[in-house]
């Protein structure tokens, strides 16, 4: 029942696509767009492993239709790292160890670019409430909030020597 | 998990909206952020036939203060919310409740109308609208509505709108001097659903006494409760230490928890007591300062 044509920037580049009225955001990226760096965990929007950036904004897209996506402009964790170099969060999950096993990275990394986006200086406590939608089974939480901090300190650098 | 079949429509006008939902019957749902209604989707709680999608409605996204009302569109996310400076300086109980719903991706999505339009006393927007007393606005295929929060909540998932009304505002009589609210939710873990929670929002004159005053619970009855026995109480008294204990004892005893997975009936009641008492302080603090 009900197909319909949406076009949305996915990582820069604008995709066309008939789908169901059904089709769940999460399914469309991973298998219509065969991005699967974008994981699907607890599927009801609590785990956090599907987190990806609409228009500036994080979200669940196992909670989000396709269809109310027409338009939009996406970032899911392949479009993060630009020109072959990694991202700061991506470098600094790196450098601080922020994953065990890897499945709840994407999410995490997508989620933390909106709070230092919204909160470039965030304290260890607004980190762990900012990320607290994003669940690591591994419960390596200690450096993934090592890895957020790192990112802040070499982003707000960053900034300092562009002014 | 994959919802059901539907029909999908977009609509970019409250007018539209109504025209199409009276045109398809009870078998249309509305659907603001989609964080209540698409969960339940997926679960096949709910199985309709058309979604009519009101998110890309524009102009109900706004929080601003008119004469003598708080106004903020049905269409606010809980995350404009959490960021805007007048209800981080005059309404803190809101605060509160946003800090403890969800989480930050889900709140950059879900939105106020929807919470209190969705008619689940597990939500915590009812809780408070309840304290503060709310009036719901909604446009419907008569004209508009306001419909006081009292009037507001039917039964279980069931309110005072028609199938095509749509919610556009909640208005909340705008924060005075000697005004002060406070929300807080026991939950076993970030995101759950309350164990229990309970909104208070209470106005002071200026000799301490309360005038006003408004208590409502979360999760702890099949539909939002105001605690009217307890604020009966209160009101028109200078508040004391053994006035607040008495609340607590009511509002255990007038809540209507289940036992289930996030506790027995007892312990639900036990919480009430405990956090009732604790927001009537918290609230007349800031009422005081």
């Given at each position: 029942m009900g197909k319909h044509n949406v076009t949305m920037t996915i990582n820069g580049e604008s995709v066309t696509a008939e789908v169901d009225s059904r089709l769940l955001l999460v399914h469309f990226i991973r298998e219509n767009l065969d991005l699967t760096g974008t994981h699907i965990g607890c599927?009801?929007?609590?785990?956090?492993?599907?987190t990806i950036m609409l228009d500036g904004k994080s979200i669940k897209s196992c909670t989000y239709l396709t269809v109310r996506a027409d338009g939009a402009n996406i970032t899911t964790i392949e479009g993060?790292?630009?020109?072959g170099t990694n991202s700061h969060l991506q470098q600094a999950f790196h450098d601080q160890h922020g994953?065990?096993?890897?499945?709840?990275t994407p999410g995490m990394i997508i989620r933390s670019m909106d709070l230092l986006k919204t909160n470039p200086n965030p304290t260890e406590e607004e980190i762990r409430w900012g990320i607290s939608g994003n669940l690591c089974r591994c419960t390596g939480y200690n450096n993934i909030v090592k890895s957020v901090q790192q990112a802040a300190t070499e982003m707000a650098k960053e900034k300092e020597a562009s002014v | 998990m994959i919802p059901a079949n539907f029909n999908y429509h977009k609509v970019t006008s409250v007018k539209e909206a109504i025209a199409l939902s009276t045109e398809l019957g009870e078998e249309a749902k509305y659907m603001s952020g989609g964080h209540s209604l698409l969960p339940m989707m997926k679960l096949r709680f709910a199985t309709p036939e058309h979604i009519i999608d009101i998110s890309k409605i524009e102009g109900l996204s706004y929080i601003k203060e008119d004469g003598d009302m708080l106004k903020i569109g049905a269409m606010t996310t809980q995350t404009e919310m959490e960021h805007n400076d007048l209800l981080k300086e005059n309404y803190p109980i809101m605060g509160d409740a946003i800090w403890l719903t969800a989480d930050p991706s889900v709140r950059n999505v879900g939105t106020l109308g929807g919470n209190i339009a969705h008619g689940d006393a597990a939500n915590d927007q009812p809780a408070l609208m309840l304290a503060m007393r709310a009036t719901v606005v909604a446009e419907g295929a008569d004209g508009t509505k306001s419909i006081p929060i009292d009037e507001f909540f039917h039964g279980f998932y069931m309110?005072?709108?028609?199938?095509?009304d749509v919610l556009t505002e909640i208005q909340i009589p705008k924060a005075k001097k000697g005004s002060g609210g406070a929300y807080v939710k026991i939950e076993r873990k970030v995101g759950d659903y309350a164990t229990a929670g309970v909104a208070v929002h209470v106005e002071l004159d200026d000799n301490g006494v309360c005038q006003q005053i408004g208590i409502g619970l979360t999760n702890v009855s099949a539909v939002p409760m105001r605690l009217e026995r307890g604020e009966e109480v209160l009101r028109g008294q200078t508040i004391t230490d053994e006035l607040i204990a008495q609340v607590g004892k009511i509002a255990s005893e007038d809540c209507e928890p289940e036992s289930d997975l996030r506790g027995s009936e007892a312990y639900k009641r036990s919480v009430v007591d405990t956090i009732t008492k604790r927001m009537l302080n918290k609230a007349l603090e800031r009422a005081r300062q």
């Open positions: 599927d009801t929007s609590n785990c956090g492993a599907c993060v790292a630009a020109e994953l065990h096993c890897g499945f709840c | 309110t005072a709108l028609e199938p095509s």
